[in-house]
């Protein structure tokens, strides 16, 4: 297979802790599926910790190292976000946003302090969560007549296909994920069914 399309990611949410100088430091790692997560995260923890000085973050998506972002909101550049993610690289962990939470303790640790503080109130975060591989995968929908079902069905039982949606009248129509590196094999079969029409809906 030339293509991996597995990946490690959390399987729900986990915490972390480290304290240095007074300072206290709360990890909270989430798995995510995009950018609305994280912000949904994000503004909830705000909202737990209305008091804290500092929500710094970092969030992977996808298989490549150019799909994140980070911030050190606040802290000096590249203390917070950027060992919050170089955590998630070393780890080889994506669809994931860790946001460590600071209160203050009235001593300034400097930048190799809080560099260390923020990676390992992540690593600790990630330490208690159960770690999964999953799969890339592109949704596609189908549109068939009754008398194709069949056919239909035995491709989505012998590629394993999740099936997200699916309406069976006389015009029938269904959802499944495919995985990444199964879609040649997979528009392949459905080429053999005369009359089905396939439409990539999303592309993970």
Partial sequence: MLFDDSYQTVTGPAEGFFKDKGSKFLAYSFPIEGETDAKAHLAALRELHPKAVHHCYAY???????????????????????????????????????????YFGGTLLGVPGLINAYKLATEDALSHSEIVIRHFYNLYQLNFSYPQMNDVMRIVKEMELPVREQVFEMECRLVAEVRVASTERFIARCEQIEGLTHSLLTSG
Avoid: F, K
Avoid at 81 to 86: D, E, H
């Fill in 60 to 102: 992977r998506l996808g298989a490549d190292r150019m799909s994140y972002r980070m911030s050190d909101d606040g802290e000096p550049s590249g203390t917070a976000g950027r060992p919050i993610l170089n955590t998630l690289y070393s780890r080889n962990v994506t669809n994931l946003l860790v946001v460590v939470v600071r």
